[in-house]
C-alpha cells in the first residue's frame, strides 16, 4: 500500500466529537438496529442546523422521521426536543404504518433551509416536503408538496414511465441557495432547479441538469459517462458561486462554475476522478488516496473550504478553494482515517471513537460547527471546525 503525505492540516479538532448524539456503543457492544427513542436512531443520513446555537434537526432514516433539539446539544445522547413522522418517540415504520400525510415520512433523507423553515426529502414518497416555518413542537404538518399533486399521492414519477417537470423518483437532496431551489432527483439521475422558491404544490422546475430534458431519466444519458450525466446525484451545495453536486453512483463530485442556465449543461471540472468518462471506485485500485473518492454522498462549503463526505472510505476530505477550478486535484484535508491510503470502518473496523467514521453520509457546517450524520455508527456527531489552524 503507497503512503501519501500526511494531511498538511485537520479541519476537523483531533479531540473529534464535542457531542454524540446516539446511543453510545458500549466495548464488546455491535451496533445493530435500535428501537425508537428520544436518544436512538437508526441510519440517520440528513442534517439540518439553523445556526451555531440551533435548532437541529436530522433524518432518522431508519426510524422514518424528523427529531429536533431547541438548540445545539451540549452532551452527549442528549434527548430530542421534538419528532415529526410518527405519533411519538417510540414507534416507528414508514408513513407511521398509515397511509401518507402531510407530517408522515417514508426514509426521510436531506434537510436544508427554506426561507424561514425547512425543506426535507422524503424519499420514498417521491416528494419534497416544506414547512414554511421551523416547526416548534412535534408533527407540525408541512405547508407545500413537490413531486406528487398532494400529499396523499406518493407513486414514483406520478406513476407515469416517464419522469416530468413536476415529478421525482426516490428524491435523495435538497438545497436552498440565492433563492433557488436545488432537488437530487436520484433515480431520475438528474438535478432539477427552481429559479425562485416555490409557492405551489407540485409546482413544476424550471430546469434540469443530468437529462437533456424533463422527461428523459436514464442513467448516464444513456451513454459513456459525461460532464453533464449522472448516475446517482445525492447532495448539493455552494462553494462561492459554483453550484456542487455529489455524483455518488459515478464516484465522484461534479462543479459547475456559477449557476447553470441552461438543461444539461455539462459540469467544469470533477473530484475523485481522473477524467470525465471514469467512474471506477477509488480510481479502480481497492485502497482511496487523497484524490480518489468511492460513492460520495455528502458535501458542504465553509469559506474557502469543501468538505465531502467520502462514504464508502467512511472519511471525510475538504480541498481549499483555488484560483481557477481547473487546478484543484488533490485534497488537503483528512477526517475519519489515519491517513489517505486508508478506508475501513472506525479506522481498522474497530468500534466507534470521537473521532471515527462508518459509512458517513451526511455533513453540514454552520460557522465552526460541523454536524455529521454518522450513519452506519446510528449517530450524529457534533464536530468543531478549526478555520485558522
Not at 98 to 123: H, K, N, W, Y
Not at 212 to 232: F, I, K, L, V, Y
Not at 314 to 321: D, I, Q
Amino acid at each position: 500500500m503507497t503512503q501519501t503525505a500526511t494531511p498538511q492540516k485537520l479541519t476537523f479538532s483531533p479531540q473529534g466529537a464535542e457531542v454524540i448524539l446516539g446511543r453510545s456503543i458500549e466495548p464488546e457492544q455491535l451496533v445493530i438496529p435500535v428501537a425508537p427513542s428520544r436518544i436512538d436512531m437508526f441510519g440517520p443520513r440528513g442534517v439540518y442546523l439553523k445556526s451555531e446555537t440551533g435548532p437541529l434537526w436530522v433524518s432518522d432514516t431508519g426510524h422514518h422521521r424528523l427529531l429536533g433539539w431547541r438548540s445545539l446539544p451540549t452532551r452527549d445522547s442528549q434527548p430530542a426536543d421534538w419528532v415529526i413522522g410518527q405519533p411519538d418517540f417510540n414507534h416507528e415504520g414508514q408513513n407511521a404504518k398509515s397511509t401518507p400525510g402531510r407530517s408522515t415520512l417514508s426514509v426521510p433523507t436531506g434537510i436544508c433551509a427554506f426561507g424561514e423553515g425547512f425543506a426535507v426529502a422524503d424519499a420514498w414518497n417521491h416528494r419534497i416536503l416544506i414547512w414554511k416555518k421551523l416547526p416548534e413542537e412535534s408533527n407540525v404538518p408541512a405547508d407545500l408538496v413537490l413531486g406528487q399533486a398532494d400529499f396523499i399521492a406518493n407513486e414514483p414519477n406520478r406513476g407515469q414511465q416517464e419522469a416530468a417537470a413536476n415529478t421525482l423518483n426516490w428524491c435523495y437532496g435538497v438545497f436552498s441557495d440565492q433563492g433557488k431551489l436545488f432537488v437530487a432527483d436520484t433515480g431520475n439521475r438528474r438535478v432539477l432547479i427552481w429559479h425562485q422558491l416555490p409557492e405551489e404544490n407540485g409546482q413544476k422546475a424550471d430546469l434540469v441538469l443530468g437529462q437533456p430534458d424533463m422527461r428523459s431519466r436514464n442513467e448516464n444519458n444513456g451513454g459513456t459517462p459525461s460532464a453533464s450525466s449522472m448516475r446517482w446525484c445525492h447532495d448539493i451545495t455552494f462553494w462561492g458561486d459554483n453550484l456542487v453536486v455529489t455524483d455518488a453512483g459515478n464516484n465522484r463530485v461534479m462543479i459547475w462554475s456559477g449557476i447553470p442556465r441552461e438543461n444539461n449543461a455539462p459540469c467544469a471540472v470533477v473530484l475523485g476522478q481522473k477524467s470525465f468518462d471514469a467512474v471506477e471506485m477509488n480510481q479502480g485500485v481497492y485502497f482511496p488516496n487523497a484524490s480518489s473518492l468511492s460513492m460520495p454522498y455528502g458535501v458542504a462549503a465553509n469559506d474557502d473550504w469543501l468538505l465531502v463526505a467520502d462514504t464508502a472510505n467512511s472519511r471525510l476530505l475538504g480541498w481549499k478553494k483555488l484560483e481557477s477550478l481547473s487546478f484543484l486535484r488533490e485534497s488537503q484535508v483528512l477526517a475519519g482515517q489515519i491517513d489517505f491510503n486508508r478506508k475501513g470502518e472506525n479506522r481498522d473496523f474497530g468500534l466507534p471513537t470521537r473521532d471515527s467514521l462508518n459509512w458517513c453520509y451526511g455533513i453540514k457546517i454552520c460557522g465552526k460547527t460541523a454536524v455529521i450524520a454518522d450513519s452506519g455508527n446510528n449517530r450524529i456527531l457534533v464536530w468543531r471546525f478549526n478555520h485558522d489552524d
